[in-house]
């Protein structure tokens, strides 16, 4: 082991650690499914670093695995007895160009930390994560999905170009225009042909002042009519929404009484403005119909864009952050979304989201462009997330219940987002990406010709197997 | 406790019937199945190293109540909506709570005739009704 880190050591400037120096963070995620390591973690200082790496894993025969922030879920960001790189060592901000409204960052920067630095130039990425403490990196290989999809696309979306280093040892500069297969197989590629390096993501001015209408509704197919004229009227900048129990008491379920909900809609509106030109409100909601208004609340933007943190670090303190995260999120075809929510929300016990949330999240499918990023066919969609943080004594006995909930959002023809908990059977992988299978099969081939990279989840390459749940 | 009905007997329906129309998780869980379509089921159970020959349940069900219950010849009923159909040792797993109904459908594991959204859509109803078979006092052939 020490002559590998030695060796794997002078070929590189970043930090190289084995043995007892992996801290045990890095043998799993924030799943806390999957548990797995590393022979080698290295902290890369930059692309050379990466490029080496890849080299030495391919010598060696080593897989080599990327980690950002580790809040994926499934056999991601760990590594069994391979190197596992660690991106956030890689996390500076390069370059901002104002005019051409662009930054260049290392991929292990945080879109938090982006954030604070973009701030003082009243500038922002078009599309943010909920939970910003995630790296540029991880989520573009996923896609990037958030409140502002429903304009922007996903993060993806927003990229001008990337520097690449395949698995084949190449750092290739690559964008929409430029290398546009490798670009395309790199954005929501689940890190399987190549490692993002740099990246030039695009902005926007931002206003200083966000106004956030604190919508309820008691009916889905009321709310669905309401979030579909907010997207259609141009009106907002960022639309979140979310399924959200009222518990009424127990109930018997297979025998067992459990406590179950009356469910209602709360849906957020927000529009940024400036403080000189408030917005007008009854403007803005002429033609929403929700049950009540229950609260409208200005927020400087940047504060809006971490919204969420005072509740992610509830969770933190909490302690259900450390519990087994199995989150199932689908993108929905508008029509079957209200057939979804009647199906699973019902026998939903509330209790489950102690520490976890429901998503429903409107978008346009249209506003995409990755070809990756699989949805289902239609100009309307619906994010759709089931969110719990399960004890880990109670995760044989849900497990079942978030397997049918995944199968059923794919037989109401929904397509998984891949950040959460997935496990599909080959089969079910092909039928994912559909048409788009065999090109990724190919760039998988053509990039990481030995398979290296980031094996056990998507089993695109036949010689690695894929990993099975530890907890 | 109640004296075990062997499975397959007519007294066996007559106590699912009973058992259904006295359950109030059926009768919520279900109170919208069978309107405006045909909700009547009729479940196959497929001969299998346990079952000697294969036996056809239907239930006529609508609003939570159910109608009728009889085993039936043939693997087709014109008077059912759905038809849910396996193995019979998946039957005894789902009705021994060791796989979800819902998985089983939606594995394609159990196949199922009929429209599988409308089914899908009252996984509620389905549950609560595989809770009520569960739940008769049941003598199971013993496998051979």
Known sequence: MTALKNELQGKVAGSVR?????????????GHLFHSTPRLVLEPRGADDVTAAIGFARAKGLTLATRGAG???SHVGISDGGILLSMVSMGRVLRVDPDALTVDVEAGITWGDLLRHLEPLGLAPPVLTNNLNVTVGGTLSIAGIGVAS??????????????VATGSGDLVTCGPEREPDLFWSVIAGLGQVGIVTRARLRLRRVKPMTRTYYLLYDDVRRFMEDARQAMDSNRWDHLESWASPSPQGTK?????????A?????????????????????????????????????????EFFARLTPVFDLWK????????????????PWETTPDLLDAILPDLPPSILVGGHILLWPAKGTTSRSRLFMRPAGEDLMGFGVLPAIPPQFWADAKPMVDVVSRLSIAM????????????????????????????VQAKRRWDPDGILNPGFVPLDARRAVAQPTA | MRDRIPFGDPSWCAALQSEINASSEYRNAAA?????????????????ASLPAPLHLLLGLAEGRCTRAEFVPGSKHPEAGFTLRAPFALWREILERRTLAATAILTGKMKVEGDKLTLLKHAGASRALIHCVASVPTEFPPAR
Do not use: C
């Open chain 1, 71 to 73: 809040h994926s879920q």
């Open chain 1, 252 to 260: 018997p379920v297979n025998g067992r009484r459990q406590v179950f």
């Open chain 1, 150 to 163: 429903f304009r922007h696309g996903t993060q993806g979306d927003q990229v001008v170009e990337i520097d």
């Open chain 1, 413 to 440: 023809g929904g397509k998984r987002y891949l950040s959460g908990f997935v496990e599909f059977t080959d089969a079910e992988w092909r039928e994912h990406f559909g048409p788009m299978w065999e090109p990724f």
């Open chain 2, 32 to 48: 919208k199945w069978g309107v405006g379509f045909n909700g009547n089921l009729l479940f196959g159970f497929e001969a299998d």
């Open chain 1, 262 to 302: 009356r469910w209602f809609y709360p849906f957020h509106p927000t529009v940024e403005f400036d403080p000189q030109s408030p917005p007008d409100d009854r403007a803005l909601l002429d033609g929403l119909r929700p049950s009540e208004q229950l609260y409208v609340d200005d927020l400087p933007t940047y």
């Open chain 1, 18 to 30: 084995a043995g007892a120096e992996v801290s045990p963070a890095e043998t799993t995620n924030f």
């Open chain 1, 317 to 332: 303190r909490g302690g259900t952050w450390e519990h087994v995260h199995a989150w199932t999120e689908s993108v929905m």
